[in-house]
């Protein structure tokens, strides 16, 4: 019961973070994945992903409903998504656990610089 609370927390933390900042819902997930689930860092990045993406959809169907989405500029973000996250995904097995770490940590600190800068 204890680790499904846990889980639930983290779940939470994923979707407020998800539907406050537009995304950023994996930031939590790795972390607690791999230390409170136990998972390896490949599962962990792979999971927070699929977790991830009906997160998005439903924070995306709030702003839809709320006219608070444009469309038209999304499409063009949406393809190049695509693209990458097909590349991304058959690329994946074949990175090293290390070069993921790093990968995730300076892209935690580049949106943590940026944050703050923007201040």
């Known amino acids: 019961m204890r680790q499904t609370g846990k889980f639930t927390v983290s779940g939470a933390l994923a979707g407020?973070?998800?539907?406050?900042?537009?995304?950023?819902?994996?930031?939590?997930?790795?972390?607690l994945f791999t230390r409170w689930a136990g998972m390896d860092?490949?599962?962990?990045?792979?999971?927070?992903?699929?977790?991830?993406?009906?997160?998005?959809l439903?924070?995306?169907?709030v702003y839809l409903c709320r006219g608070a989405v444009d469309l038209a500029a999304a499409w063009p973000y949406l393809l190049g998504g695509f693209a990458g996250?097909?590349?991304s995904g058959?690329?994946?097995t074949k990175v090293p656990v290390g070069w993921l770490?790093?990968?995730f940590g300076a892209l935690l600190l580049y949106g943590g610089v940026r944050a703050?800068?923007?201040?």
Do not use: E, Y
Request: hydrophobic share 55%; charged share 10%.
């Open 16 to 31: 407020l973070c998800n539907g406050l900042f537009g995304a950023g819902g994996g930031l939590f997930l790795v972390p």
């Open 58 to 61: 439903v924070s995306a169907g």
């Open 116 to 119: 703050v800068l923007a201040l």
């Open 41 to 56: 860092q490949r599962r962990a990045f792979a999971t927070s992903v699929a977790v991830v993406l009906p997160l998005s």
């Open 85 to 87: 996250g097909l590349l």
């Open 101 to 103: 770490r790093r990968g």
């Open 90 to 92: 058959r690329v994946f």
